[in-house]
């Protein structure tokens, strides 16, 4: 079973506006990552935010972390046609063995 | 620096049938993920390859099995096909079994007809 339950399911704003993904998960972890897919390709490596981490940014990302809530936020700001793609967190449960455990995926529409 | 590769891109087989994909980890990692993509289930986790041995397994039959070579490439095998085995199959690699930061190659998509 999927432990992290991405929302929204799809998302569909203009250029330029910004965009945010929530992630909501069960169990304690060691760390959440964000990925991202194009069209059913491989997956690409966002960010990864530690246990003990609140924020952390990269470039237009920004992803917060509250483990006491088990929930996650990405917020990609000022988005562009190219950030069209389906988000992905994935969670490293604590003595899960390396097993990243994804959620359902958020599909982002950014139209021109 | 050359990410995860993963060959074939494409694979179309016979239910039954036996097939054998292929990954090369970012050089320098020791640890090797593969993952299941199916319509409708989303990413589930089967093998996870470190040093050689095989380190953790999801919940899929006896007839998914892999191996990782001493170059730290991997294959997975998937014996006895069947129609519910089409999916695009993604490798991933990290730099070593403490590291979960995965990253992922662009994936085999396997057909079974």
């Known amino acids: 079973s999927q432990q992290g339950e991405e929302d929204p399911q799809a998302l569909s704003i203009q250029e330029g506006e910004n965009a945010t993904m929530n992630c909501s998960y069960k169990t304690s972890i060691n760390n959440l990552q964000w990925y991202r897919q194009n069209s059913g390709r491989g997956l690409v490596h966002l960010i990864l935010i530690r246990s003990n981490e609140r924020e952390k940014h990269s470039g237009r990302l920004r992803v917060t972390l509250d483990t006491s809530k088990k929930s996650s936020s990405l917020l990609i700001t000022a988005s562009r046609a190219a950030d069209t793609a389906s988000y992905f967190c994935?969670?490293?449960?604590?003595?899960?063995?390396?097993?990243?455990?994804f959620g359902t995926g958020t599909q982002l529409k950014v139209e021109l | 620096e050359a990410g995860v590769t993963q060959s074939p891109t494409h694979l179309i087989k016979t239910r039954g049938q036996q097939a054998t994909l292929r990954c090369s980890p970012i050089s320098g990692h020791t640890s090797v993920y593969w993952y299941q993509q199916a319509l409708g289930l989303g990413l589930q986790f089967l093998l996870w390859?470190?040093?050689?041995?095989?380190?953790n397994r999801g919940n899929f039959p006896p007839r998914f099995s892999g191996r990782q070579f001493p170059n730290y490439s991997s294959e997975l095998n998937v014996n006895a096909l069947e129609l519910e085995d089409s999916a695009l199959y993604l490798c991933a690699s990290s730099s070593d079994r403490a590291r979960t930061e995965a990253f992922f190659g662009q994936g085999t998509r396997l057909t079974v007809v």
């Open positions: 390859y470190d040093e050689g041995e095989e380190r």
């Open positions: 994935a969670t490293d449960a604590k003595g899960g063995g390396n097993k990243l455990t």
